[in-house]
């Protein structure tokens, strides 16, 4: 059988459990600090604080930059909905702008349309393991004195113009989700080089509580602590990391040369010198392809291939995130989210499996 998507855990994990369950110290504690330590290294960024999942960082990384009731932050329609979902934790107010028909990702000049006055923020997502145009968003945000955070859910391990994900935005948040590219089961972690933030999302994660006086509180906090015990298997799934996601990137590489030159299919785009982790593979499935996106799907599933859309509705169509709102201004994620599948993309996949895949999708080409 083939898996869609699968987590790489091995003996040193399962290791690394037991050893924080034989302490009797299960809460956030040293192993915690000790991954963040880890964390902040991989990013290249002065300090990491890891949280109970990417929502929660997302909402203490607004929080944190003084998102409240009233302000705006402009982000992408084409990605989970916990990125909006934060904003509206935020008290805020999501707008959604346009994304790039090559990457994916949020479309600059399509931000630049929806700033207001009351814009404070932008959530970029980093889709599919391959980082947004930071260069061009950081650029507009400081023109219009508003804030950059990255939503790098997807991307641990990417880089773009040789910075790593995480380093890219004022704030970055993560997602340690057991089908991200490592995992903690659940788990989260926000990076930054601002002190002043690194404090104020500490006190955040637990309860706002004031650090040198106990059951003294500064203001609304929340319980978003991690525990020694996820700590443990994300330290041993960073040492893994560049073993895994070189594995991806493989997985992709061989995707790419066995899909290349059928009329239909798109792979995906990817900018050279910059590192796209491969979260999701994506195809396009276009007009010239003998078969709809829907019908290549059942047929390839009818072969034991899953796949998925990632994601099959633009957030701008639930109510809860927004009241009115204009279709035509978003054309390329309506062509986009009707084309786009994903391909089984994990560590575990043989190389038996992905001529299997690559065979499946050309049988159904001609
Ligand atoms: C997974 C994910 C999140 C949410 O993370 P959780 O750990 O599931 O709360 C947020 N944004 C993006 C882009 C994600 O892929």
Avoid at 66 to 91: C, H, R, W, Y
Avoid at 222 to 249: F, P, S
Avoid at 335 to 340: A, G, L, N, P, S
């Amino acid at each position: 059988m083939i898996y869609l998507s699968r987590p790489f855990i091995g003996e040193e994990e399962k290791k690394a459990v037991s050893k924080v369950l034989d302490s009797g110290f299960l809460v956030q504690g040293p192993v915690t600090k000790a991954f963040e330590d880890s964390f902040a290294v991989l990013c290249k960024t002065k300090y990491a604080l890891a949280c109970s999942n990417g929502t929660a960082a997302l909402h203490m990384a607004l929080d944190t930059l003084g998102i409240k009731p009233g302000d705006e932050v402009i982000t992408t329609p084409l990605t989970f909905v916990a990125t909006a979902n934060s904003i509206l934790m935020a008290g805020a107010t999501p707008v959604f702008a346009d994304i790039d028909p090559k990457t994916y990702n949020i479309d600059v000049n399509q931000i630049e349309k929806k700033i207001s006055r009351k814009t404070k923020a932008i959530i970029a997502v980093d889709l599919y393991g391959q980082p947004a145009d930071y260069n061009a968003i950081n650029a507009l945000a400081k023109k219009h004195g508003i804030f950059v955070i990255e939503d790098a859910a997807q991307s641990v391990g990417a880089t773009y113009h040789k910075k790593p994900s995480g380093s890219l935005a004022d704030i970055a948040t993560f997602s340690l989700y057991a089908t991200k590219n490592i995992t903690t089961g659940e788990g989260g972690m926000i990076t930054t080089d601002n002190a002043k933030w690194y404090e104020t999302a500490k006190l955040f994660r637990h309860h706002d509580q004031d650090e040198h006086k106990k059951y003294s509180y500064v203001g609304l906090g929340y319980n978003y602590r991690m525990t020694d015990i996820q700590a443990a298997i994300g330290r041993v799934q960073l040492k893994r990391l560049n073993a895994l996601t070189k594995k991806r990137q493989q997985i992709a590489t061989a995707f790419d040369k066995g899909l290349a030159n059928i009329p239909g299919i798109v792979t995906p785009f990817f900018e050279v010198g910059n590192e796209h982790v491969y979260h999701q593979y994506i195809l396009r499935i276009t007009k010239e392809f003998p078969l709809t996106r829907d019908q290549f799907r059942k047929k390839l599933e009818l072969k034991g291939i899953p796949t998925n859309i990632y994601y099959p509705v633009p957030l701008y169509n639930f109510k809860h995130l927004i009241s009115n709102v204009n279709k035509k201004e978003f054309p390329i994620t309506e062509t986009t989210i009707k084309e786009i599948v994903s391909l089984p993309m994990h560590p575990y996949l043989t190389q038996k499996e992905i001529q299997f895949i690559i065979n499946g999708i050309k049988s159904l080409a001609s």
